[in-house]
């Protein structure tokens, strides 16, 4: 059973709009949330993150938000750019044995910013 | 700036046979991993090394085998390759395994294995 949940496989939007991206997860135990982004043939590059303790952080065109209450996390982009387009993964992290934690993946979005 | 760095790019294995992932890594992270990227199933953890000598089983270990040697090195070892295994294997290495939650993980780009 996915821990980490992205329903929208693929979400389409006009430049210069905003794209908005959802996450849900279901174990109470992930105390910071991260996505990351990746283009064909690459591998995923972090994007952005927030701690279990904020409901947002802010990074220049990306803002992401989280409703702990509901276990759901959005990824805001405004504007949206071409350059935009890639998969956007969701991620969350929880404590391994010892120190090390262990990031728990969604499924990915597909998003594609129309010209 | 060479990063994380996965050799081959692409293998097309024949069901049985093993083979090898290389990863190698030249930032001195202690933590690496290896995850298994799906359809529909995003990025699953295989097997990571909290530094060398060290390793232990992620979410999917079955089939795979590691061993960490050295800092800079975390292989992949397919011992009897399934069509199951078809996958894009990343390999992701980081600082100190992710105990500063804000530490990021970095990526190499990828192996597309095919097994038929």
């Known amino acids: 059973d996915q821990q980490v949940k992205q329903n929208s496989p693929s979400l389409s939007v006009q430049e210069g709009r905003i794209s908005i991206l959802n996450c849900d997860y279901t174990?109470?135990?992930?105390?910071?949330f991260l996505w990351y982004k990746k283009y064909p043939a690459e591998g995923p590059t972090f994007l952005i993150s927030?701690?279990?303790?904020?409901d947002k952080n802010e990074d220049g065109r990306f803002t992401v938000f989280l409703n702990k209450s509901a276990k759901h996390l959005s990824l805001h982009i405004v504007p949206s750019q071409p350059g935009d387009s890639a998969v956007y993964f969701c991620?969350?992290?929880?404590?391994?044995?010892?120190?090390?934690?262990?990031?728990?993946f969604g499924s990915g979005t597909q998003l594609t910013v129309l010209p | 700036n060479a990063g994380v760095t996965q050799t081959p790019k692409f293998q097309v294995l024949k069901t049985g046979q093993s083979m090898t992932l290389q990863c190698a890594q030249d930032?001195?992270?202690?933590?690496m991993s290896w995850y298994r990227q799906d359809p529909g199933m995003g990025l699953r953890l295989i097997h990571y090394?909290?530094?060398?000598?060290?390793?232990d089983q992620g979410e999917v270990p079955n089939g795979y085998n590691v061993s960490r040697s050295t800092t800079e090195d975390f292989p992949l070892r397919l011992l009897s390759a399934a069509p199951s295994q078809t996958s894009v294997y990343f390999c992701?290495?980081?600082?100190?395994?992710?105990?500063?939650?804000?530490?990021?993980?970095?990526f190499g780009s990828g192996t597309q294995l095919s097994v038929l």
């Open positions: 927030i701690s279990s303790i904020k």
């Open positions: 174990n109470s135990m992930f105390d910071y």
């Open positions: 090394s909290v530094g060398a000598g060290i390793t």
């Open positions: 930032m001195n992270h202690e933590y």
């Open positions: 992701a290495s980081s600082y100190s395994g992710l105990a500063a939650a804000n530490e990021k993980l970095f």
């Open positions: 991620a969350a992290l929880a404590r391994l044995s010892g120190s090390a934690r262990q990031l728990t």
